[in-house]
């Protein structure tokens, strides 16, 4: 029966394949970048086979490929109710649960995938990712929030967001209710980058820019505070830099961490933040 | 670089495709002033590397990955438009990430290089890969 199975020849006109040659097929293609060949090859491996470990493996990974979550936790699960031990079932799993925010979970699965392949440089990666995110300080007596009403936007700027590497937010300007979340989010992006460029042997990272469509968000950071500042996306790098250093330095003035008066840098644009008339100007 | 390698992007046909990612992390590795390149699928799967010795590919690759998917998630999570491309910028060097239809292009560079020159190669890249992955062949 198996044999026959294995040999299956399609009813519909396909090229007949065998399991191991329609999953060998499906690996190239998704070495190609070529998902959604590869995931057919995978449905066809599939059907003849619809309890083949490998084929739900590959089909996780290529949901999580095409950024659908829900279907790649399925099959994750489904290859460890197979194989409790799977380690990169286990993998594929954490890292959904901390793409969830679930770090507790991403915790434990990654301790369970090591405790039984301790070489495996990417659970470890993310296992010490996790950890530096746990053994975070707790955040220190609430500083005096400074008064983000005497920091002055450039005139092109959306949004500022004063916060620390620990997600709490500091100020906002304007004050939304997102900012909070904003400022979480922010911290979780740069913590991870701060990982990557450890892994890369760059060193500790200063500064970020980050565009979508919308919006080039210059950030600024020493590891503890962070100054965040969105301006239109068709700013000039070198510039949006200098708008965000002077943020960074009046910040550090109104929080009392800087010794001198912060530096002074040109602004982009005359500073004209629609509802914040400054009481005086910072720089 | 992109009138030619667009025009062999779309003349190439899907078999010689790894063929063709592989040359788009080596045309990026060949750039003033970076050290590494590499493509890796939002699953954390390196398609293509090219990085010094010194850097474990797997490991960079599956952070790089989890970035990618941060900045993806997160923005979903804010009802704003995903990341097309971000910069961070460390004591000894630039890492570039750009957000394509297979996963995300990473480039290691030098801490002085040129940043234009950079994004510039990666919209390149990125074009090229658009070109020669036709909607719904990466994403189905």
Redesign the interface.
Known sequence: MTILRRLWTPRDGRESLSVPDALRRAE?R????????A?ALVARALEIDAGNLHAHLLAA?LH????ATAPAKEEFHWVLGHDPNHARAL??LA?IA??ERDTRTCHDLLRRALRFYPEF??A???LE?VRAREAAPPPPVAPAAPRVERLRLPGTGRALIIGRTDGGLIASQPVTD?AK??SE?LA??LH??T???R????????????????DAVFTRTDGELIVSLALPRATD?TQGLLDVNRLWSATQHELGLAAGPPAAAPSSTPADTPGAVPTRRIS | MSGTRLKLALEHD?AS??RH?RDIVEELKRLYGVRGAL?V?????V?AAELPG???V??????????G???????T??G????????????????FLAAS???YLVV?AEAQVS??TIRTALADAIAL?EAA?AP?????
């Open positions: 190239l998704r070495r190609e970048g070529r998902y959604a060949e995931g990974y999580v490929a095409r950024r993998l594929g890292r901390f793409e440089p990417e470890s990666a993310l990712l997102d979340d904003i989010a979780r992006m991870v980058a990982a990557a460029l892994r890369a042997a760059l060193g500790p990272l200063h500064r970020a820019i980050v565009e979508d469509g919308r790098p | 899907g495709r790894g990612v493509i699928a939002p699953d954390g799967f398609i010194s850097v474990e797997d490991s960079l690759a599956a952070l790089a990955a989890t970035l998917r941060e900045l993806e998630t997160s923005a999570r804010m704003r438009p995903s990341f097309s491309t971000a910069l961070f910028s460390a004591d000894d060097g630039t890492m239809r297979i996963g290691l940043v234009q890969i992955w719904g062949e990466a994403t189905g």
